[in-house]
C-alpha cells in the first residue's frame, strides 16, 4: 500500500494545492512513484497545474488525476508509494475521511490569529475522531513578517501540535512558477526555491520515514 500524505484546511487559498503540488514535485524527483490525488473536482487546481507542466515538457512530470472519494482514490493506487491528496477549501465529511486513510495530514495556515485560530479548532476536531496527534502537521505560508511567523509558531507550540520547520512566504515568484506548472520549488530565483525547499525537506523527511517502513525497512531515525 501506498503512503498516505494529505493536505487539508478549512480556509480557501492558503496553500493546500501549493504545497500538494511541491510535495508532489520533490517526490517524484527522489525516484518515488506519486500520484497527485485532486478531490477538489470544481476547480481541479492540480489537475490543471499538471496538464500545464506536461504541456511544458517538464523534466518530472507529476501524475494528477481528479477523484471524488479518497476511496475511490486509494482503489487505483496500488502501484504508486506516495500518494499526496489535495483537497477542497471547505470542511466535508470527506475530509475526515481523506484524514482516517492519511499516514501524514498537512494543515497550511497563515501566521495571523484569524488563520491560527480555525487550523487550531480544526486540529483538536482530528484528535477528537481519533487522529494520532504525531500524523498531523501545520506548515507555516504565505508569510509575510518573520515576527508574526514566531509569535505564530508560539501560539502552536502552546496547542501541542507540530509546527513543521520551514515556512513559505508570500512572493509573486511563487505564482508565476505555478502559472508555468512549476513549483514553489523550481521558481525563476533561487533564494525562493531555497526557502520552499526547507519546508519540502522536512516533509520528505517524514514521508521516507512512512515509505521506509511501508516496505519493511525499520530506522530508528
Ligand atoms: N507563498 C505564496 N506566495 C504567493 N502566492 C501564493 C503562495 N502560496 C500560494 N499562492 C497562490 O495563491 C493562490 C492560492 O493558493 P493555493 O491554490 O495553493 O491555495 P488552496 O488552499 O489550494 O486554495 P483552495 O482552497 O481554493 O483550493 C494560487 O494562485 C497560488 O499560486
Ligand atoms: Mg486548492
Redesign the pocket.
Known amino acids: 500500500m501506498p503512503v498516505v500524505l494529505s493536505v487539508i484546511?478549512q480556509k480557501?487559498?492558503?496553500?493546500?494545492?501549493?504545497l500538494a503540488r511541491a510535495i508532489s514535485v520533490v517526490a517524484t524527483q527522489g525516484d518515488l512513484r506519486v500520484r497527485l490525488v485532486d478531490l477538489?473536482i470544481g476547480?481541479q487546481?492540480s489537475v490543471r497545474w499538471s496538464t500545464t507542466r506536461a504541456s511544458m515538457r517538464a523534466k518530472h512530470p507529476v501524475d494528477a488525476q481528479a477523484f471524488s472519494s479518497v476511496r475511490d482514490a486509494l482503489a487505483q493506487a496500488e502501484d504508486f508509494d506516495l500518494v499526496v491528496v489535495d483537497t477542497?477549501?471547505h470542511l466535508s465529511p470527506e475530509t475526515f475521511e481523506v484524514a482516517r486513510a492519511s499516514d501524514l495530514i498537512i494543515l497550511?495556515t497563515g501566521t495571523s490569529s484569524d488563520d491560527l485560530h480555525p487550523v487550531t479548532l480544526l486540529l483538536y476536531e482530528l484528535e477528537q475522531i481519533g487522529i494520532p496527534k504525531d500524523r498531523l502537521f501545520v506548515a507555516l505560508?504565505?508569510i509575510l513578517d518573520p515576527k508574526e511567523e514566531r509569535w505564530a509558531r508560539h501560539y502552536l507550540d502552546t496547542t501541542g501540535f507540530e509546527a513543521l520547520e520551514g515556512s513559505?512566504?508570500?512572493?509573486?515568484g511563487?505564482?508565476r512558477a505555478?502559472n508555468r506548472g512549476k513549483s514553489v520549488t523550481e521558481t525563476n530565483e533561487l533564494a525562493l526555491n531555497e526557502r520552499a525547499n526547507q519546508l519540502m525537506a522536512s516533509v520528505l523527511k517524514r514521508v521516507l520515514r512512512h515509505v521506509r517502513r511501508a516496505n519493511g525497512v525499520y530506522s530508528s531515525r
Not at 480557501?12 to 501549493?18: A, E, I, N, R
Not at 513559505?168 to 509573486?172: I, Q, S
Open positions: 484546511g480557501g487559498g492558503v496553500g493546500k494545492s501549493t477538489d476547480q487546481t477542497p477549501g497550511p505560508c504565505r513559505l512566504p508570500e512572493r509573486l511563487y505564482r505555478h
